[in-house]
Nanobody, 123 residues
């Protein structure tokens, strides 16, 4: 299984970025997909999760609600994270992950992880 995250970069506060996570080696539609991030000196945190295709549901961290949107395209085996109104506190390495567990909101259940993509927001 491989998850390839891309789309990170440096943007000014108030700007936007769209992250992509291309998956291979798994039946993508059967997996919940999540975006997590880790800032320097901080623990990894959940950003957003989207359920597998057979279910309906998304979850967002309070800090990104109303600014970030998660989506998936099963035909392309790709998950996305649209990030708007970025602020310096969003600076982190962003990771995508996949889970086949019924406990889709539990980040410990995400068994496959991508390599991460750096997002830097300047003030």
């Amino acid at each position: 299984v491989q998850l390839q995250a891309s789309g990170g970069g440096t943007v000014q506060a108030g700007g936007s970025l769209r992250l992509s996570c291309a998956a291979s080696g798994l039946t993508f539609s059967n997996y919940h997909m999540g975006w997590f991030r880790q800032a320097p000196g901080k623990e990894r945190e959940m950003v957003s999760i989207i359920k597998w295709t057979g279910g309906i549901g998304t979850l967002y961290a309070e800090s990104v609600k109303g600014r970030f949107t998660i989506s998936r395209d099963d035909a392309k085996n790709t998950a996305y994270l649209q990030m708007n109104i970025l602020n310096p506190e969003d600076t982190a390495i962003y990771y995508c992950a996949a889970s086949g567990s019924r406990y889709w909101t539990d980040s410990r259940r995400y068994e496959y992880w991508g390599q991460g993509t750096q997002v830097t927001v300047s003030s």
